[in-house]
């Protein structure tokens, strides 16, 4: 691409292209749909350059997704608009009554789910021969733990989900994978001797772990709470609507530049910012006309992105280098990463007595509801190249898209099945 603006472009028109071949032939949901249409053309391109070499397809491919940079793109660029869009329409008080559910299942549940599939990936990966050590399996364990929000709330507003246990998929989603992160980079650097640029591995002690914690998760809360509240109060000092939507969007971006500024979690800021704006600003702040700006402008904003994200993550597998070993790893990780997230539900819930806030499915639905994406996908692009990232990379992949599409497409039918109609 000779400028940024031609390779936004191409995406754009991609996207455009894909959509309208989903909405006219596969009928499928939209960005579902975008991940099956991109995975499709990805895989003919490699098939292509296997068999015609000279076309060159697979490199044209590859070179597009360098220069894209898909690591960056959505951990300091897509996510923390989407991630903000996402709040916005989340019920805070109904998100609230089942706070310690959405906490518990936020911190244990992705600690617990990191433990479990770091120790299942080291027994696969020695199993199918892959020499990967135990370090790196747990780094495995933490970066497909957190269930990704976009691909959640995204399947959400498919699905007719009864409103209390939305609101504890919708907040845990929004919410663990800033904890995600965290424990990633921890663990990331122990496992590269500080390659990621967290840090050397000396550096990383019980200490130096909690302060990591506080400063990432506390401080991100409380300075999406501080930025939200100059933005709440600005607000409710005007009623002109179109400031009001450069209000939200300079919330978004300055939140997130701070966070990066301040090394806190700019992921947990922007959500708590959005929840505040999306409740209290929505009833306190917002005209009836500014709402109704506000709520179109980011849907849109969220469509958009959705869309873009959703296509980049079907034309990741012209990165991966696939070999036996580990695409034989990688399909016996699907089936451990759903235990984990089994035992990462039930688990907290149980020991902490908080089985009465759920209804009889809950626990199913929400182990099938735990959806991964761009987010597992971009945490194990960051790591630094290496044979233990390829197989990594593998696996990633193929847990990511056997959420999105298998676990995505029958959402629904394990909704109807388990729950209940007239309560959570």
């Not at 940079?69 to 019920?91: I, P, Q, R, Y």
């Not at 182990?367 to 197989?391: D, H, K, Y």
Request: hydrophobic residues 60%; charged residues 10%; proline residues 3%.
């Amino acid at each position: 691409m000779e400028t940024a603006f031609d390779l936004i472009a191409v995406l754009l028109g991609l996207a455009a292209l894909f959509g309208y071949i989903n909405h006219k032939l596969l009928k499928l949901p939209h960005t579902i749909g975008l991940v099956v249409i991109a995975l499709a053309v990805s895989l003919g391109a490699l098939a292509a350059d296997a068999l015609v070499p000279a076309w060159g397809l697979g490199a044209s491919a590859r070179a597009m997704l360098v220069e894209i940079d898909f690591t960056e793109a959505l951990m300091k660029g897509l996510l923390s608009f989407l991630l903000f869009a996402g709040a916005l329409h989340v019920d805070l008080s109904t998100m609230a009554e089942r706070k310690w559910a959405i906490a518990a299942m936020a911190t244990v549940g992705v600690v617990m789910s990191t433990a479990i599939v770091g120790g299942g990936a080291f027994v696969i990966f020695q199993a199918t021969g892959l020499a990967v050590p135990l370090a790196y399996c747990l780094v495995f364990g933490a970066l497909i733990s957190p269930t990704d929000p976009v691909a959640v709330l995204s399947i959400l507003k498919k699905v007719a989900v009864p409103p209390k246990l939305e609101a504890k998929i919708a907040g845990e989603s929004l919410f663990n994978d800033g904890v995600g992160v965290v424990v990633f980079a921890i663990l990331a650097t122990i496992a590269t001797g500080g390659a990621t640029g967290t840090g050397g591995e000396s550096e990383v002690s019980a200490g130096s772990v909690a302060v990591l914690f506080l400063a990432e998760a506390v401080g991100g809360a409380l300075l999406g709470l501080a930025t939200g509240a100059i933005a709440f109060y600005a607000m409710r000092s005007l009623d002109e609507h179109n400031i009001e939507v450069i209000i939200t969007l300079a919330l978004v971006t300055v939140t997130y530049a701070v966070a990066h500024r301040l090394h806190a979690s700019g992921l947990i800021a922007v959500v708590v910012a959005g929840l505040l704006i999306g409740n209290h600003g929505t009833r306190l702040a917002m005209s009836p006309t500014t709402h109704e700006h506000i709520h179109t402008f980011w849907s849109l904003v969220d469509e958009i992105l959705n869309s873009l994200l959703f296509m980049l993550i079907g034309f990741e597998v012209v990165a991966i280098t696939i070999e036996a070993g580990a695409l034989t790893a990688a399909l016996l990780m699907i089936p451990l990463v759903l235990i984990a997230r089994l035992a990462a539900v039930a688990g907290p819930i149980s020991v902490l007595g908080l089985s009465q806030d759920f209804s009889k499915g809950a626990i199913p639905i929400l182990t099938w509801g735990g959806l991964r994406g761009g987010i597992s996908v971009a945490l194990v692009l960051s790591l630094p190249p290496s044979a233990e990232r390829e197989v990594m990379l593998t696996a990633c992949y193929a847990v990511v898209i056997f959420s999105i599409v298998v676990q995505g497409l029958t959402m629904e039918r394990v909704v109807r099945r388990f729950s209940e109609p007239t309560k959570s």
